[in-house]
């Protein structure tokens, strides 16, 4: 596939030191006009002449990442510069695809060395990727082989694949019962990962203040809504307005943002435990033991930030007056309710985890494997639009799933507060539902839930992007 490419630096009797003649020879070659640079024109056309096929925006990477003077063009020293590091780089990612360590890859580490990011492929998806890199057809990858593919393709390494098909971090519906993100080990020796974790919680605290009022409408039908007091989406924004002003739809929205970090960070270290714990292997993690580690670590976090979870109910429900504030609303709970009062509706909500993070992952996992079957051509980018219609319908069958035990859940949390309410246990409340209302009452609310799916998606998305910009993460 890349003929001319090895015929130009990549020779029998090339040693140790012939590493920058070879640069000299390449850079003369993509320098088409002779003016001591090479401008992403050039580079583009110089290497589309030698047969070398780059993913979209890749030459422009390449000139970004090796631009130091900002001329939008490369001279000679800092194209040697690019190569030089971008080799280290390479031999880095070559090594920890070699397991055996006899200096050749073969389709088995391939298939490994996937499994090791959480990612399961097939016999033949890992013949077909070293297929695809193997010039001289041995069905094993040295060390040239791989150089050769990569040097000048920055845009389909392997450890591109699971960075760009991440979800959890970027999305941000309102629920955090999703499978953890997988860092890989660059991103944590070099520290992107808690840059990343950042950025997603800025995100989720823009997003989920962005559609509050949807939020606030959901709680309100699932606890209210019922066949004889029916509420419209329409009636029920009207008569928070009238009893409270505009302010009012963004009530429990504190709280909400609140609980990001805390039940972030506790699910992050939680989740890295039950793998170590859950791995069949050490340092090897099937997609089996991840849903389970996920989940384990889920609802660790819920336990430990549940009764916030609780207080967000409760302010969210509140009549005008009725809590000062967080401090005031947690103190009234525990003066005439006690402390079990905070873990209220705290079974069906550990219960919801299983549904929810089970068909996200599934889902999201089928959605991806299709996508890399059929389209991955050039470069494991699967854009901007893919990735984010990938983890919204995840996420939505996930919560479809799980929604009659969210409902359940937070009509237990609410029901000390309602005027002549029943205190109802799990089973009962459930029963009674059904009753009354069939089984579509256990889906009141679900209209706002999914109206407020596509705004908090794309608000979390764009405030994700910008923070990884600011933070200096690169795309």
Excluded at 117 to 132: H, P, Y
Excluded at 207 to 230: E, Y
Excluded at 433 to 446: A, N, P, T, V
Aim: overall charge positive; some cysteine; charged content about 25%.
């Amino acid at each position: 596939m890349y003929p001319a490419m090895r015929k130009l630096f990549f020779t029998d009797c090339r040693c140790a030191g012939d590493p920058p003649k070879t640069y000299e020879e390449l850079f003369a070659k993509l320098d088409i006009n002779k003016d001591g640079k090479v401008d992403v024109s050039e580079l583009k056309a110089g290497l589309a002449a030698m047969g070398i096929q780059t993913g979209k925006g890749a030459v422009q990477k390449i000139i970004s990442s090796a631009d130091k003077n900002k001329d939008d063009a490369l001279d000679f020293n800092e194209f040697a510069k690019y190569l030089k590091e971008h080799e280290k780089k390479l031999r880095l990612t070559f090594k920890s695809l070699d397991k055996n360590k006899d200096g050749k890859v073969d389709y088995m580490e391939i298939q490994q060395s996937f499994a090791d990011l959480g990612l399961e492929i097939t016999k033949e998806d890992a013949r077909k990727i070293l297929q695809s890199i193997d010039s001289d057809g041995t069905m094993s990858l040295d060390w040239n082989e791989w150089r050769e593919h990569f040097l000048l393709n920055p845009a389909t390494s392997l450890q591109e694949i699971i960075r760009y098909w991440k979800h959890s971090t970027v999305l941000d519906i309102g629920d955090s019962l999703t499978i953890p993100d997988e860092f890989t080990e660059e991103e944590k020796t070099t520290g992107l990962w808690w840059k990343q974790l950042i950025s997603g919680a800025v995100a989720g605290a823009v997003s989920r203040t962005g559609t509050a009022p949807l939020d606030r409408m959901k709680v309100f039908m699932q606890v209210h809504a019922s066949t004889s007091n029916k509420i419209s989406l329409v009636g029920g924004f009207k008569q928070m307005l009238k009893e409270g002003g505009v302010t009012s739809l963004w009530r429990g929205n504190g709280i909400n943002v609140l609980k990001i970090a805390p039940e972030t960070a506790i699910k992050f270290m939680a989740y890295e435990q039950y793998k170590k714990l859950l791995a069949s292997e050490p340092g090897k993690i099937q997609t089996h033991e991840r849903f389970m580690a996920g989940s384990l670590a889920g609802a660790t976090a819920q336990t430990a930030i549940y009764p916030m979870e609780v207080m967000k109910t409760r302010l969210t429900l509140r009549k005008t007056g009725q809590y000062s504030g967080m401090f005031d609303c947690a103190k009234k709970i525990l003066q005439k309710e006690g402390v079990k009062a905070f873990y209220k509706g705290y079974i069906p909500n550990i219960l919801g985890i299983i549904p929810y993070a089970g068909i996200d992952l599934a889902v999201y996992e089928s959605l991806k494997n299709f996508w890399l079957s059929k389209y991955a051509k050039d470069t494991a980018n699967p854009g901007v639009l893919v990735l984010l219609g990938c983890g919204t319908i995840s996420s939505t069958c996930g919560q479809l799933a799980s929604y009659p035990l969210a409902l359940i859940r937070t009509r237990m949390q609410a029901q000390a507060s309602l005027e002549g309410a029943e205190q109802l246990p799990m089973g009962r409340m459930v029963q009674k539902i059904l009753e009354k209302d069939g089984f579509f009452g256990l889906y009141r609310g679900i209209l706002p839930n999914f109206m407020k799916v596509i705004p908090a998606v794309s608000i979390s998305y764009v405030v994700y992007e910008n923070m990884r910009s600011g933070l200096g993460i690169q795309k």
